[in-house]
């Protein structure tokens, strides 16, 4: 019965705030957007890419660390 909200890859997602252009941002396994990858033990996955303080654009790589 709930809703759910999607990013398509290439579409700018401008919900954001305290983003820093030109940096990567990642999900990590908690939900949590970070610039940083998650420890070699956990998961995380590219989002996108800072193109300004409150717009994301949404990253059509799909990088694995883990």
Do not use: F, R, W
């Not at 997602?13 to 420890?39: C, R």
């Amino acid at each position: 019965g709930g809703s759910v909200t999607t990013q398509l890859v290439g579409s700018i997602q401008e919900n954001q705030s305290g983003l820093e252009p030109g940096k990567n941002y990642y999900v990590h396994g908690d939900g949590t957007l970070k610039k940083y990858a998650a420890a070699y033990y956990a998961l995380a996955v590219v989002a996108g890419l800072g193109i300004s303080s409150s717009k994301l654009i949404i990253n059509p790589t799909y990088d694995y660390i883990i």
